[in-house]
């Protein structure tokens, strides 16, 4: 939920039907998550059904169909969902999702990047007269970036640019600044 780039996120968005070994088989993802003309099906286990033999298996497969139909697959497991601080940092900025962030402000944080990428979230606030909380609904809306697997601090960075580790959720387009 807390990353601004995807277009759309569907639960259980539609049911698999296929043959395999002459038995009729159903499968229904967890979540569709679509950016631009990119569909990803993705698959939440825990790590341990993940990494069952028979589940590997059978989530290739489906991968392979997908993929005739131009979806990408991925299994996702709990340690990711739950991987701190990442999830912290989401819980956190989630809750300033419904801070509106006028024009004005974002003129404001535009005009504080004019001369380099990156700044400490409390510099960034002073520098743009924006309280905290409004900067990082900007976050959610992909105006700017932090990194996700640092704890979320007022010294943390923040960045015009993906800043950190680039883990999934992130298309290859969005590894790189321009």
Same mark, same amino acid.
């Given at each position: 939920?807390?990353?601004?780039?995807?277009?759309?996120?569907?639960?259980?968005?539609?049911?698999?039907?296929?043959?395999?070994?002459?038995?009729?088989?159903?499968?229904?993802?967890?979540?569709?998550?679509?950016?631009?003309?990119?569909?990803?099906?993705?698959?939440?286990?825990?790590?341990?059904?993940?990494?069952?033999?028979?589940?590997?298996?059978?989530?290739?497969?489906?991968?392979?169909?997908?993929?005739?139909?131009?979806?990408?697959?991925? !299994?996702? *497991?709990?340690?990711?969902?739950? =991987?701190?601080?990442?999830?912290?940092?989401?819980? #956190?900025? +989630?809750?300033? /999702?419904?801070?509106?962030?006028?024009?004005?402000?974002?003129?404001?944080?535009?005009?504080?990047?004019?001369?380099?990428?990156?700044?400490?979230?409390?510099?960034?606030?002073?520098?743009?007269?924006?309280?905290?909380?409004? !900067?990082? *609904?900007?976050?959610?809306?992909? =105006?700017?970036?932090?990194?996700?697997?640092?704890? #979320?601090? +007022?010294?943390? /960075?923040?960045?015009?640019?993906?800043?950190?580790?680039?883990?999934?959720?992130?298309?290859?387009?969005?590894?790189?600044?321009?």
């Amino acid at each position: 939920m807390a990353t601004a780039h995807a277009d759309s996120w569907q639960e259980q968005p539609f049911a698999l039907e296929y043959h395999h070994e002459e038995a009729k088989h159903r499968y229904t993802p967890d979540l569709l998550v679509c950016w631009g003309s990119r569909r990803e099906v993705v698959e939440i286990k825990d790590d341990r059904e993940a990494e069952l033999p028979e589940n590997q298996g059978r989530f290739a497969l489906i991968g392979e169909l997908l993929a005739e139909h131009g979806y990408s697959f991925r !299994v996702w *497991r709990r340690s990711e969902v739950c =991987a701190e601080p990442r999830l912290t940092n989401s819980n #956190l900025i +989630l809750r300033y /999702r419904c801070i509106e962030a006028p024009t004005a402000e974002r003129e404001r944080i535009r005009r504080a990047f004019s001369s380099t990428t990156e700044l400490p979230l409390h510099k960034l606030c002073e520098i743009s007269e924006m309280p905290a909380q409004s !900067v990082l *609904r900007l976050v959610l809306d992909g =105006a700017i970036h932090i990194d996700w697997w640092e704890p #979320l601090r +007022l010294e943390s /960075r923040v960045s015009v640019c993906p800043i950190g580790r680039q883990v999934w959720p992130c298309t290859s387009e969005e590894t790189t600044c321009r």
